[in-house]
């Protein structure tokens, strides 16, 4: 299994429905930036479709956030019903990425996380920079860098979420693309794509 092999690390917090507000704080992971390499990032849809409720990708990097827990316009989701999509991220060169941290807030099944994060440095003879569900990414010149699951043991999945995704040795590597694997967060209802606030993509220095 693929999984077994990942070295990144993935820590996330919650701030559940009673305390989470609009300053998106949390214990230890930070709180969302501006001014992270994902700003100057171009984001292309590569498959599933966006929720016309909610905003186009340009809101998972304007640094802006959604000031109450169910505010679709500030967010990033895919359509409701459907099983998600896949995004990328193209930062124009590579960069060393430290860690990239994903946050989100809905009071109810669309607050937790559930993507794979792969990475590309564009470099591989077979890169496909939009490979669709159904073919694997590391199939085409990507790297799975990890799986991301926020979604509670147990209880209320509400809340807001931060998830962080780092490396013991300070740096993921050095990539040019970011592509993100969205899934649902459950499938009894239609309402299980997560809404996504911010993504910020902190390089290493
Ligand atoms: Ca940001
Ligand atoms: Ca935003």
């Given amino acids: 299994m693929v999984l077994a092999v990942l070295n990144a690390r993935v820590a996330f917090e919650r701030n559940v429905n009673d305390v989470a507000n609009r300053e998106f704080k949390f214990k230890s992971i930070a709180s969302p930036v501006k001014d992270d390499a994902a700003a100057s990032a171009k984001l292309i849809l590569i498959d599933g479709e966006l929720d016309a409720g909610g905003s186009d990708l340009s809101a998972l990097t ?5 000031s109450d827990e169910d505010e679709p316009a500030a967010n990033v989701f895919f359509r409701a019903g459907s099983s998600g999509g896949r995004f990328r991220m193209d930062f124009a060169d590579s960069i ?26 564009g470099s591989d003879a077979k890169f496909d ?17 990890a799986l991301v699951n926020t979604l509670p043991e147990q209880g209320e999945e509400g809340g807001q979420y931060a998830a962080s995704v780092s490396d013991a040795s300070g740096s993921l590597g050095k990539y040019r693309h970011l592509l993100f694997d969205c899934y649902v967060t459950e499938l009894h209802d239609n309402w299980g794509n997560t809404f996504y606030s911010e993504i910020d993509v902190i390089a290493a220095h």
Avoid at 98 to 116: C, D, E, F, I, M
């Fill in 96 to 121: 060393e990425i430290a860690r990239v941290n994903t946050y989100s807030w809905h009071p109810s099944t669309r607050g937790p996380q559930l993507y794979k994060l792969y990475a590309a440095d």
């Fill in 129 to 145: 920079q939009a490979p669709k569900r159904g073919v694997d990414p590391a199939s085409c010149g990507w790297k799975l860098i």
């Fill in 62 to 66: 304007d640094g802006r956030l959604p």
